[in-house]
C-alpha cells in the first residue's frame, strides 16, 4: 500500500508560479509511476503530467506543456510539480497520483487534493 500526502497549493496571480509536492510512503516498488490530475467544479478530473519512476520519462498534457514540469526526488520519495506562466483556467484542486504495476495486478492511489487558484 501507498499513503501520498501533498503540499503546495495556494493562491497566486496571473502569469506567476507555484510548485506542488507529493511524498510516498508505504512500499514503494521499482514498477512506479506517479503524476498530477486537476478538477475544477463541475468538470471532470484532468490528466496534467506524469512521470516514471525507473526512467524518469516525462508526460505532459497539451494545456500545461512548455509551463509546468515534473520531477521527483528518489531520496525523499516525493514527486514535485513546478507551475510557471500560470493562468486563471489552471484554477483547480490538484491531486497526486500513484500508479503501480506488481505482475499482472494494477493499483491506483490519490492523495487527498490541494487547491490551486490564479486570479486574473
Known amino acids: 500500500q501507498v499513503q501520498l500526502v501533498e503540499s503546495g497549493g495556494g493562491l497566486v496571480q496571473a502569469g506567476g508560479s507555484l510548485r506542488l509536492s507529493c511524498a510516498a510512503s508505504?512500499?514503494?516498488?521499482?514498477?512506479?509511476?506517479m503524476g498530477w490530475f486537476r478538477q475544477a467544479p463541475g468538470k471532470q478530473r484532468d490528466f496534467v503530467a506524469a512521470?516514471?519512476?525507473?526512467?524518469?520519462?516525462?508526460y505532459y498534457a497539451d494545456s500545461v506543456k512548455g509551463r509546468f514540469t515534473i520531477s521527483r526526488d528518489n531520496a525523499k520519495n516525493t514527486v514535485y510539480l513546478q507551475m510557471n506562466s500560470l493562468k486563471p483556467e489552471d484554477t483547480a484542486v490538484y491531486y497526486c497520483?500513484?500508479?503501480?504495476?506488481?505482475?499482472?495486478?494494477?493499483?491506483?492511489?490519490w492523495g487527498q487534493g490541494t487547491q490551486v487558484t490564479v486570479s486574473s
Open positions: 512521470i516514471s519512476w525507473n526512467n524518469g520519462n516525462t
Open positions: 508505504g512500499r514503494t516498488l521499482s514498477s512506479v509511476a
Open positions: 497520483h500513484a500508479y503501480v504495476v506488481v505482475g499482472r495486478l494494477e493499483y491506483s492511489y
